[in-house]
């Protein structure tokens, strides 16, 4: 009975690692489908988040039921309340690859991207790309180590919003309104995923070592 | 000893309640500071979100106890982990109504709302504040029927921010891109908070009937 418990623990790791796949193939797409007005691929990206959402529901009665039948404690209970809320930032970083292809499809088959943010928002599509990269490696080797680094990638991000802000409101800005709003809600969501994946990062700590940063700290407070 | 469970699981409730109160109050405040350009009373809301912060730590901290002292099960168990993410949707609700506080501090002594979109401002700062306070009775009352009124009050406020997007994008709109950013950012923010708060509201479903809307279901795939 305990081996069987060990395994679904085991298990639920995998899946957590499976969804970071999947989220990182959303963005991946939803990036490439948004820089070239692709809408099939922004279609694929807003279709199968349905697998993204099925794996999170399954993870959450897997723990449900290791919890109520089981009763674990220690590192063990952590690892299935950590593995809960994974499991929810991985969902929501889904739907930001989401909101994007979103974008992408209200404005096909123009492009929702002037070329003068062209470049910072492929930059921001690979950083996304890379923090969810090492998030699934934070998942799957624990390591506390990788966590820092994705709070590096989560600053780069953040100095490529501001660099969003500035082109859009220089004086060379000349596309108007409606793209500098598209772009505003574009750059929030690569801000919020990245946002997500340090947030796993700081899971994946505490599963380890049992010790959280709080809210406070993470705010600055 | 389990009597003492009982009143630490009703604690529990009770202190999400509280967590209620502090972030209607947020953004209450955070709203009017953004309407009047007022920078004591914006300052207010980010200096406090920490209060929201501390309970969101004691809430974790008495659920993971809980779980490893008295391993709940059923009903009980459901309480626990739906504390658990109520109170992290709460956590976020505060920080949403910090996001709306920092724009005003950002463009004080000006104003970050033009008058076109101020009545739109306050109409979704109202829905905001009826669906938290909704929120909070859901959560006491464990009233399953109030939930659907939430599900309501949130289409009204994506109402209103399809009218934010109608006036920015309307010829008439004279104000330019930086203050058009800055009222899609708004707009975004208060629908995330109604967001939440909608999520709180099935949460409760949830704790209360065991039966969950899968996020296939809620996203409509």
Tied chains: 1, 2.
Aim: charge should be negative; hydrophobic fraction near 40%; glycine fraction near 4%.
């Amino acid at each position: 009975m305990r081996d069987a418990y060990h395994d679904e623990l085991k298990a639920l790791t995998g899946r957590l690692v499976e969804m970071t796949r999947l989220v990182r193939s959303a963005m991946s797409r939803a990036t490439t489908a948004l820089l070239d007005s692709d809408l099939p691929l922004a279609e694929s990206v807003i279709s199968r988040d349905k697998d993204v959402n099925t794996l999170l529901e399954e993870i959450e009665t897997t723990s449900f039921e290791l919890m109520a039948t089981q009763q674990p404690v220690a590192v063990d209970l952590r690892t299935v309340l950590t593995a809960l809320r994974i499991s929810n930032d991985l969902e929501r970083m889904g739907d930001l690859a989401v909101h994007i292809a979103k974008i992408t499809r209200m404005r096909h088959p123009d492009s929702a991207v002037p070329a003068e943010v062209r470049d910072t928002i492929l930059e921001m599509g690979q950083i996304a790309e890379r923090l969810v990269t090492k998030t699934g490696s934070c998942i799957l080797t624990q390591n506390a180590e990788l966590a820092q680094q994705l709070e590096d990638d989560d600053d780069q991000m953040d100095r490529l919003r501001r660099r969003l802000f500035r082109v859009l409101l220089s004086p060379d800005w000349t596309q108007g309104v409606e793209p500098a709003i598209d772009v505003t809600l574009i750059g929030r969501y690569y801000e919020r995923y990245a946002d997500h994946a340090v947030r796993i990062a700081r899971d994946v700590v505490y599963m380890v070592t049992g010790s959280r940063i709080t809210e406070n700290q993470a705010e600055g407070l």
